[in-house]
């Protein structure tokens, strides 16, 4: 069974103070692995897709990064408009090509001014 | 820019009651999903669809059915809702093998 653990469940930064989100998978074949961003109310929003190990991505003040067992969502000088609740998932290789994703529990990221 | 649009932001409904949740997908895409998030529980996939008229039960189907009667439009029912079925339903699409992308999501109130 795809399994996905995300930590930590709470970070707190300060305005400007650089630091990194992880998300651990275990999954019998990697097809990808996507990163969210959600707002409270609101749906998830899609930022990043990560299919190899060694794989990087970057947008704005976010860089996502990936190896065979974990991957990384680093901020770099975040503001406060960057908190969030930042939800990883991964879609198995196997099976159907429907696309299931097994999504961890989230990282709730609060940056004060 | 995809577009996953969801019939209603808020619901309030009471137990018993038929519930019907819409989502439309303007990318052409093959596949949709029906999730609903709870704190603590995380996104939970209740049904998907794969093509017009198909659909594969998720890991929590009980209470609810589906259709898609159009390749563009997913529903969500609730034959007879329960004051359980409260929480926050999202709805996804995504072409084959590729990028899930959610719509702005229902907070669904049973009383």
């Known amino acids: 069974e795809d399994q996905v653990t995300q930590s930590p469940e709470a970070l707190r930064l300060q305005e400007g103070e650089s630091s990194s989100l992880n998300c651990s998978y275990t999954v019998s074949g990697l097809r990808g692995l996507f990163w969210y961003r959600q707002d409270p109310g609101k749906g998830p929003e899609f930022l990043f897709t990560l299919y190899s190990a060694g794989e990087e991505k970057e947008k704005e003040r976010l860089k996502a990064t990936l190896t065979k067992k974990e991957s990384f969502l680093h901020i770099t000088a975040p503001k406060p408009e960057d908190s969030a609740t930042y939800l990883c998932?991964?879609?198995?290789?196997?099976?159907?090509?429907?696309?299931?994703?097994?999504f961890g529990q989230g990282t709730i990221l609060t940056v004060h001014p | 820019d995809v577009k996953v649009t969801q019939s209603s932001r808020y619901l309030v409904k009471r137990t018993g009651e038929k519930v019907f949740l819409e989502c439309v997908q303007d990318?052409?895409?093959?596949?949709m999903f029906w999730y609903r998030q709870d704190p603590g529980l995380g996104l939970r996939l209740i049904y998907f669809?794969?093509?017009?008229?198909?659909?594969e039960k998720g890991d929590i189907p009980e209470g609810y059915s589906v259709s898609r009667e159009k390749k563009e439009r997913f529903s969500l029912i609730l034959e007879s809702a329960s004051t359980n079925q409260t929480s926050m339903y999202l709805c996804a699409s995504s072409s084959t093998g590729n990028t899930q992308y959610f719509g702005p999501g229902t907070r669904l109130t049973v009383l």
């Open positions: 669809s794969y093509d017009v008229k198909m659909k």
């Open positions: 990318m052409d895409h093959e596949n």
């Open positions: 998932a991964v879609l198995n290789a196997g099976g159907t090509s429907y696309g299931k994703l097994t």
